[in-house]
């Protein structure tokens, strides 16, 4: 029982020191910087566990920082660009030209996923996102506009992962 223990201890160490040690964001968010950790599931379903790297005492968009998702479950880029547009409509409805363009820009920067895979998603302060997919680059959309309202997904108050978002940002529930 106490191996048991102590490999269960060292898997979960070794997975949280590598999330906060994401080589591509150091240049625009400090890794060893975590504000907040959650754990998402859709009704029984575990989804993915994300952690939100933040410089800032408090949290906000007028800051770089990095939403890193891991995948507990294969999502593929169609589910995932379908339900981005289904939550940013619901956060603030779109207009059908917006909706063409950030269907767009999702197919652009949203791969399909395995149990397992890492998708990050670095917010640069008026400038867009950069999307990483495990360890490299994916994809990045300079459009702030577009960037804010795919973080809503999260982030706001009107998310439909009021508890994931809660956890992320140390908020009561």
Request: hydrophobic share 40%; net charge neutral; glycine share 4%.
């Amino acid at each position: 029982m106490k191996k048991l223990i102590l490999l269960f201890l060292l898997m979960t160490t070794s997975v949280y020191a590598e999330e906060s040690n994401i080589p591509e964001l150091a240049p625009f968010v400090n890794t060893k910087a975590i504000y907040g950790k959650g754990h998402f599931k859709w009704f029984l379903f575990d989804v993915y566990d994300g952690i939100l790297f933040c410089d800032a005492k408090t949290w906000s968009m007028d800051t770089n920082f990095a939403l890193s998702l891991h995948y507990t479950r294969a999502i593929s880029s169609e589910q995932f660009v379908k339900t981005s547009l289904e939550e940013m409509d619901k956060i603030q409805p779109l207009t059908q030209d917006e909706r063409n363009k950030y269907q767009d820009y999702l197919h652009r920067i949203m791969p399909s996923v395995k149990e397992g895979d890492r998708i990050t998603s670095l917010y640069i302060k008026n400038k867009g996102i950069k999307i990483y997919y495990n360890t490299g680059l994916y994809g990045e959309i300079s459009d702030d506009i577009f960037a804010r309202r795919f973080l809503a997904i999260w982030f706001s108050e009107k998310t439909s992962a009021p508890d994931f978002r809660n956890s992320l940002l140390h908020l009561a529930k």
